[in-house]
């Protein structure tokens, strides 16, 4: 078996938000194979992120990003106690979430907000034009309605900063290491001379 040292658990720890004890027995789990314990932990923190997801989070910040005076976002984004909330980790997060909104344009915070009406017609749009098999075509119409809001929904879009991840597999991670669930409660996006 591989000597563990405390430097790699201690970064373990740091970068997937487990404890110190987790973090050993993923390494010794891992064989002190390091990057497949980091992957190992971090699936099961977004596992445990996931059960998360139906707290209720009533505290948080109100974060903004300007970029050069011409186009800027403002976010709400909401944890479960003001203790995370005032952490410059969370703050960082909603800064950077706004600079998502700002640079992407989404429309919509998740696909549950596109309004029924909005995707009602993009599906008549795309049953029109639809020439596949017939056996498959809900499963078809579904990826291209999807897919075709996919850039307009904020938890869809690549995340700007690390385009591997969607901003929602992003968020996961944050809920991960603070052990809380964060939810985008909505945001703004102004452009200079651009109206809705």
């Given at each position: 078996?591989?000597?563990?040292?405390?430097?790699?658990?201690?970064?373990?720890?740091?970068?997937?938000?487990?404890?110190?004890?987790?973090?050993?027995?993923?390494?010794?789990?891992?064989?002190?194979?390091?990057?497949?314990?980091?992957?190992?932990?971090?699936?099961?923190?977004?596992?445990?992120?996931?059960?998360?997801?139906?707290?209720?989070?009533?505290?948080?910040?109100?974060?903004?990003?300007?970029?050069?005076?011409?186009?800027?976002?403002?976010?709400?984004?909401?944890?479960?106690?003001?203790?995370?909330?005032?952490?410059?980790?969370?703050?960082?997060?909603?800064?950077?979430?706004?600079?998502?909104?700002?640079?992407?344009?989404?429309?919509?915070?998740?696909?549950?907000?596109?309004?029924?009406?909005?995707?009602?017609?993009?599906?008549?749009?795309?049953?029109?034009?639809?020439?596949?098999?017939?056996?498959?075509?809900?499963?078809?119409?579904g990826g291209q309605i999807k897919k075709a809001f996919s850039d307009k929904v904020l938890m869809d879009q690549p995340y700007i900063l690390d385009d591997s991840k969607t901003v929602e597999q992003f968020i996961k991670e944050a809920i991960a290491k603070t052990g809380e669930n964060i939810v985008v409660k909505q945001f703004k996006r102004i452009?200079?001379?651009?109206?809705?």
């Open positions: 078996m591989a000597e563990i040292s405390i430097e790699s658990i201690k970064k373990l720890k740091e970068l997937s938000g487990v404890g110190l004890t987790d973090a050993k027995k993923a390494l010794v789990e891992a064989d002190g194979d390091f990057d497949k314990a980091l992957e190992a932990m971090r699936k099961k923190g977004l596992t445990k992120a996931e059960k998360r997801g139906d707290r209720e989070t009533r505290e948080g910040v109100v974060d903004s990003y300007i970029h050069d005076g011409r186009l800027g976002a403002i976010i709400e984004l909401n944890c479960e106690t003001s203790f995370v909330a005032k952490t410059d980790e969370f703050k960082s997060l909603a800064h950077q979430l706004a600079m998502q909104v700002a640079s992407m344009n989404p429309l919509y915070v998740s696909e549950a907000d596109i309004p029924a009406d909005v995707k009602e017609a993009k599906m008549k749009e795309f049953e029109a034009n639809f020439k596949g098999p017939e056996n498959m075509k809900e499963q078809i119409l452009e200079l001379g651009v109206t809705e």
